[in-house]
């Protein structure tokens, strides 16, 4: 094959090296610290330390198409070493680190489970780790090779230029894999090419109007696809640079990314729905001392359900400080179509043809009938629903019943998508992409309605608990909860409700004990506490404890989740604080 | 710096609203509260705002970690270092 000039870019490397040689001295990444002050990545400087990267993985042998896991933190390191092994045709992955080391012996186990299955070449990591992963990895079959990015000096060899593809079409090889959050027991790596990944990225480009002239700011992590797609490799195509906020700097003081956002006049920031709420509620009156948010063109919200009540709480809280409510954006998508490929709003730039739309439906008939009966706006009884948008250029949608027959508009029903960026599938999963995709749609299981052509989504068709942004598989859950020996096998229901306070999901836990011991029952919420806190990093709201047979189950033996949400009242403690409502949108 | 002890009380009023305001479910002062499931990172902006209005200091951005806050003592520690 003839390699392609460096002026077309059909790789992401291809797009790395035309950065470097045309702008070397423009700035790629700004990484925030909250001790010190930022660092600063060139596109050229970029491009060497991947080059280094490629090297030293070259040099322990990492073959073309072999996984390579980057865990690193929030450090300038983290792309070069992702970028490093795809320069050599090898497959990264970003997976998250520990985040203490009271998680530790969890999340080593989850960690082995996934090398075993993927059957990675390399692990990129960090010293701290160092140890530990190597005790990990002595009796694994295969054991991947481990770099450590402190140990790759500023002088190390580059790599020469990447070889070519082997296939005829360098942009159809698998680039990077992205997994899903949850226990590896479910985790399910996408695997996305070249060609997906970067028609993902013009085409948001193209809705929103994006250049080169904009900066792009966030603290969702580049372990998360929308972190890395949508504000680290589309900055990349554009030549714009990025800045990003670790997320626990950013949780900690919410109001840091204002602070970013005012220094460096960011244009493009991101974050999902519950950060909208977050924001307008954590950041203090004093901390707006300076603020000026007017440079933003798109604040755009993802990864979750976009609520109405969000987008406004945060509009009424910063328009004082210059947010106009035309940068609002959405968009829809999921790992297995790259992120983003339906969107709307951002209506305060270049691009942007289409405005978030406000649907007020009625909210007995949706959750009764699975229709969205229009009503009046502020209608008694309304929702108000957020429309997600259109299909970006090249990606349409289907709401389908549960024969995967379309349903007409203003039908809640699956929604299907058929995409250029659809992935290849699961990586070394052929059953899981069977169950998922079919002549060419991606069904994903979220449910939806289409009205005027505009997307408006729901809920789920599973149980999937999305809790500020990251995906939480209730089997995850109950399978931990019944663990405790004087919890009931099979009798645990983990369900995502929502909280409109918080714009995101809540987790509830409800528990059938064997015994009626008072002192058990504290025994099993304080253990469902610990451990779905450990293992998944996210914290139960309420845990609450049944007598066996108090969950009802549907006839296949699914936890029904709004009936026994429906009476969770029998069990509540006295001195115990009310759940959120079972209500809003995912109500199904 | 005040010689004064540090009044826990309001951090275990607000540690038992998260567990659904039972106190007898409340672990000890010297308990992980991370270890626990009671304190996540979601939890760190809402605590650092207590921690600064109820005892009047401020939290500089390079302490705002879980491990600074990982228990009620911890938290009283780190309060009477910085009045």
Same mark, same amino acid.
Request: proline share 7%; aromatic share 8%; with cysteine.
């Given at each position: 094959? =003839?390699?392609?000039?460096?002026?077309?870019?059909?790789?992401?490397?291809?797009?790395?090296?035309?950065?470097?040689?045309?702008?070397?001295?423009?700035?790629?990444?700004?990484?925030?610290?909250?001790?010190?002050?930022?660092?600063?990545?060139?596109?050229?400087?970029?491009?060497?330390?991947?080059?280094?990267?490629?090297?030293?993985?070259?040099?322990?042998?990492?073959?073309?198409?072999? !996984?390579?896991?980057?865990?690193?933190?929030?450090?300038?390191? @983290?792309?070069?070493?992702?970028?490093?092994?795809?320069?050599?045709?090898?497959?990264?992955?970003?997976?998250?680190?520990?985040?203490?080391?009271?998680?530790?012996?969890?999340?080593?186990?989850? #960690?082995?489970?996934?090398?075993?299955?993927?059957?990675?070449?390399?692990?990129?990591?960090?010293?701290?780790?160092?140890?530990?992963?190597?005790? %990990?990895?002595?009796?694994?079959?295969?054991?991947?090779?481990?770099?450590?990015?402190?140990?790759?000096?500023?002088?190390?060899?580059?790599?020469?230029?990447?070889?070519?593809?082997?296939?005829?079409?360098?942009?159809?090889?698998?680039?990077?894999?992205?997994?899903?959050?949850?226990?590896?027991?479910?985790?399910?790596?996408?695997?996305?090419?070249?060609?997906?990944?970067?028609?993902?990225?013009?085409?948001?480009?193209?809705?929103?109007?994006?250049?080169?002239?904009?900066?792009?700011?966030?603290?969702?992590?580049?372990?998360?696809?929308?972190?890395?797609?949508?504000?680290?490799?589309?900055?990349?195509?554009?030549?714009?640079?990025?800045?990003? #906020?670790?997320?626990?700097?950013?949780?900690?003081?919410?109001?840091?990314?204002?602070?970013?956002?005012?220094?460096?006049?960011?244009?493009?920031?991101?974050?999902? $729905?519950?950060?909208?709420?977050?924001?307008?509620?954590?950041?203090?009156?004093?901390?707006?001392?300076?603020?000026?948010?007017?440079?933003?063109? %798109?604040?755009?919200?993802?990864?979750?359900?976009?609520?109405?009540?969000?987008?406004? @709480?945060?509009?009424?809280?910063?328009?004082?400080?210059?947010?106009?409510?035309?940068?609002?954006?959405?968009?829809?998508?999921?790992?297995?179509?790259? $992120?983003?490929?339906?969107?709307?709003?951002?209506?305060?730039?270049?691009?942007?043809?289409?405005?978030?739309? !406000?649907?007020?439906?009625?909210?007995?008939?949706?959750?009764?009938?699975?229709?969205?009966?229009?009503?009046?706006?502020?209608?008694?009884?309304?929702?108000? @629903?957020?429309?997600?948008?259109?299909?970006?250029?090249?990606?349409?949608?289907?709401?389908?019943?549960?024969?995967?027959?379309?349903?007409?508009?203003?039908?809640?029903?699956? =929604?299907?998508?058929?995409?250029?960026?659809?992935?290849?599938?699961?990586?070394?999963?052929?059953?899981?992409?069977?169950?998922?995709?079919?002549?060419?749609?991606?069904?994903?299981?979220?449910?939806?309605?289409?009205?005027?052509?505009?997307?408006?989504?729901?809920?789920?068709?599973?149980?999937?608990?999305? =809790?500020?942004?990251?995906?939480?598989?209730?089997?995850?859950?109950?399978?931990?909860?019944?663990?405790?020996?004087?919890?009931?096998?099979?009798?645990?229901?983990?369900?995502?409700?929502?909280?409109?306070?918080?714009?995101?999901?809540?987790?509830?836990?409800?528990?059938?004990?064997?015994?009626?011991?008072?002192?058990?029952?504290?025994?099993?919420?304080?253990?469902?506490?610990?451990?779905?806190?450990?293992?998944?990093? !996210?914290?139960?709201?309420?845990?609450?404890?049944?007598?066996?047979?108090?969950?009802?189950?549907?006839?296949?033996?699914?936890?029904?989740?709004?009936?026994?949400?429906?009476?969770?009242?029998?069990?509540?403690?006295?001195?115990?604080?009310?759940?959120?409502?079972?209500?809003?949108?995912?109500?199904? | 710096?005040?010689?004064?002890?540090?009044?826990?009380?309001?951090?275990?009023?607000?540690?038992?609203?998260? =567990?659904?305001?039972?106190?007898?479910?409340?672990?000890?002062?010297?308990?992980?509260? !991370?270890?626990?499931?009671?304190?996540?990172?979601?939890? %760190?902006?809402?605590?650092?705002?207590?921690?600064?209005?109820?005892?009047?200091?401020?939290?500089?951005?390079?302490?705002?970690?879980?491990?600074?806050?990982?228990?009620?003592?911890?938290?009283?520690?780190?309060?009477?270092?910085?009045?």
């Amino acid at each position: 094959m =003839i390699r392609p000039p460096v002026n077309e870019p059909l790789t992401i490397i291809d797009h790395l090296r035309r950065r470097a040689a045309l702008s070397p001295d423009a700035l790629h990444a700004r990484y925030i610290h909250a001790d010190r002050s930022p660092d600063e990545q060139s596109y050229g400087q970029l491009e060497r330390r991947t080059r280094q990267f490629a090297a030293a993985l070259a040099g322990a042998g990492t073959p073309r198409q072999r !996984v390579v896991l980057v865990i690193l933190q929030h450090h300038p390191d @983290m792309l070069p070493a992702y970028y490093g092994a795809m320069w050599l045709g090898a497959i990264p992955s970003f997976l998250p680190f520990p985040t203490g080391k009271l998680h530790i012996g969890k999340y080593w186990k989850d #960690l082995r489970a996934l090398v075993e299955r993927t059957v990675p070449h390399a692990i990129v990591t960090y010293r701290e780790l160092a140890d530990e992963l190597e005790g %990990l990895l002595k009796d694994v079959p295969q054991a991947p090779a481990v770099l450590l990015h402190e140990e790759l000096p500023a002088s190390a060899p580059l790599a020469p230029d990447p070889a070519p593809a082997p296939t005829s079409d360098a942009a159809e090889e698998i680039a990077l894999i992205q997994y899903s959050s949850g226990s590896t027991g479910l985790q399910k790596g996408a695997a996305l090419s070249h060609r997906a990944v970067l028609a993902e990225c013009a085409g948001v480009g193209e809705f929103f109007g994006m250049t080169k002239d904009d900066h792009f700011v966030t603290w969702v992590p580049l372990y998360h696809d929308w972190g890395l797609v949508c504000d680290a490799i589309h900055p990349l195509v554009l030549g714009a640079p990025f800045t990003l #906020l670790s997320p626990i700097h950013w949780v900690a003081r919410p109001a840091a990314v204002l602070d970013v956002i005012t220094k460096y006049k960011a244009t493009v920031y991101w974050h999902p $729905n519950f950060a909208f709420n977050f924001m307008a509620k954590r950041v203090k009156e004093e901390e707006l001392a300076g603020v000026d948010l007017s440079s933003l063109r %798109l604040c755009g919200n993802g990864a979750e359900p976009c609520l109405y009540e969000s987008h406004e @709480m945060f509009v009424r809280r910063f328009s004082k400080v210059g947010f106009d409510r035309r940068a609002l954006g959405i968009v829809y998508g999921m790992a297995e179509v790259v $992120n983003s490929v339906i969107g709307a709003g951002g209506m305060r730039g270049r691009g942007a043809s289409e405005p978030i739309r !406000v649907d007020t439906i009625d909210r007995k008939a949706l959750q009764e009938q699975h229709q969205a009966v229009p009503l009046p706006a502020g209608s008694h009884g309304g929702l108000p @629903m957020l429309g997600v948008g259109r299909g970006f250029q090249g990606t349409t949608f289907k709401i389908v019943d549960d024969s995967r027959r379309e349903v007409p508009d203003r039908t809640v029903g699956e =929604i299907a998508i058929q995409s250029r960026c659809l992935f290849h599938g699961y990586y070394r999963n052929e059953q899981a992409t069977a169950e998922r995709v079919q002549d060419g749609w991606y069904f994903g299981g979220d449910l939806g309605y289409r009205a005027d052509g505009i997307l408006y989504v729901t809920g789920r068709k599973s149980d999937l608990i999305i =809790i500020g942004g990251e995906n939480i598989y209730p089997q995850d859950i109950e399978y931990m909860v019944t663990e405790h020996p004087q919890v009931v096998a099979g009798r645990v229901a983990a369900i995502g409700v929502e909280d409109s306070e918080l714009g995101t999901q809540k987790l509830i836990v409800i528990a059938e004990s064997k015994s009626d011991d008072p002192a058990v029952h504290d025994e099993i919420v304080r253990f469902v506490r610990r451990e779905v806190t450990a293992r998944l990093n !996210v914290r139960c709201d309420r845990v609450y404890i049944a007598p066996h047979k108090w969950l009802y189950k549907t006839s296949s033996g699914k936890i029904a989740r709004l009936p026994n949400l429906a009476r969770l009242h029998e069990l509540e403690p006295r001195t115990s604080q009310p759940a959120a409502e079972p209500s809003g949108p995912a109500g199904s | 710096m005040s010689a004064a002890p540090v009044d826990r009380e309001p951090l275990r009023a607000h540690f038992t609203a998260l =567990i659904g305001g039972r106190r007898e479910l409340l672990p000890t002062d010297d308990a992980s509260l !991370v270890d626990e499931g009671i304190l996540d990172s979601f939890g %760190l902006a809402e605590l650092v705002t207590l921690v600064e209005q109820a005892y009047g200091v401020k939290v500089p951005d390079k302490d705002l970690s879980l491990a600074t806050f990982d228990s009620i003592d911890k938290i009283a520690a780190y309060v009477a270092a910085r009045r």
